[in-house]
């Protein structure tokens, strides 16, 4: 059971916009950045978004985040079929570790 | 660019010590702001962050793993290793190392491809 939640799975069809949440707590989410990554099968995951809504150099402007409270969301507009890829957030935590969401699969219909 | 990438045996008994090694290239494991990093992903599960090291004294490991895991920095070869002890079928995975730059320890510019370890007698 992961600290930081997240849904299985979201879907859309190409060219839509879709969501992916992220629900922490106060000891997480609630007083942390966050950042978000990108995991295409079969690879390393690479990193989209960091202090909740900045992309590094490369990332489209599609990607973005957001944070409120102890949630976060990321979103990607305009899908491609080469957005299939599990996401994970990622935060520290007052236990004094690194927590990761359990991942979300993006299927582009 | 930093570029990094592991090694080490691909298969380990139980009960036995999980040795891997990241070696660096394009980048000093010695230059200051580097977060050297161990993360695992269990077959078709999600990501866990095992630890870092961030100079040859001060390292930070997951809670859950503390009491299991040593990583250590190793400047003359560039390199950064990870020993994992008493190791359970639990522990098999894909294992990444990965290099965050700067204030946050959770940000990871970097990663290896990843290497996978087998728990099994």
């Known amino acids: 059971q992961s600290v930081l939640t997240q849904p299985p799975s979201v879907s859309a069809a190409p060219g839509q916009k879709v969501s992916i949440s992220c629900s922490g707590s106060?000891?997480?989410?609630?007083?942390?950045?966050i950042a978000w990554y990108q995991q295409v099968p079969g690879t390393a995951p690479k990193l989209l978004i960091y202090?909740?809504?900045k992309r590094p150099s490369g990332i489209p402007d599609r990607f973005s985040g957001s944070k409120s409270g102890t949630s976060a969301t990321l979103g990607i507009a305009g899908l491609q079929t080469g957005d299939e890829a599990d996401y994970y957030c990622v935060t520290w935590d007052s236990s004094l570790s690194v927590v990761f969401g359990g991942g979300t699969k993006l299927t582009v219909l | 660019q930093v570029q990094l990438q592991e090694s080490g045996p691909g298969l380990v008994k139980p009960s036995q010590t999980l040795s891997l090694t990241c070696t660096v290239s394009g980048g000093s494991v010695s230059r200051g702001g580097n977060h050297w990093t161990w993360i695992r992903q269990i077959p078709g599960k999600g990501l866990e962050w095992i630890g870092n090291?961030?100079?040859?004294?001060?390292?930070f490991y997951n809670p859950s793993l503390k009491s299991r895991v040593t990583i250590s920095l190793d400047t003359s070869k560039n390199q950064f290793s990870l020993k994992l002890t008493s190791v359970t079928a639990a522990d098999t995975a894909l294992y990444y190392c990965a290099r965050a730059h700067g204030d946050f320890v959770y940000y990871f510019q970097s990663w290896g491809q990843g290497t996978p370890v087998t728990v099994s007698s």
């Open positions: 090291i961030y100079d040859s004294h001060s390292s």
């Open positions: 106060s000891s997480n989410i609630g007083k942390n950045y």
């Open positions: 202090d909740n809504d």
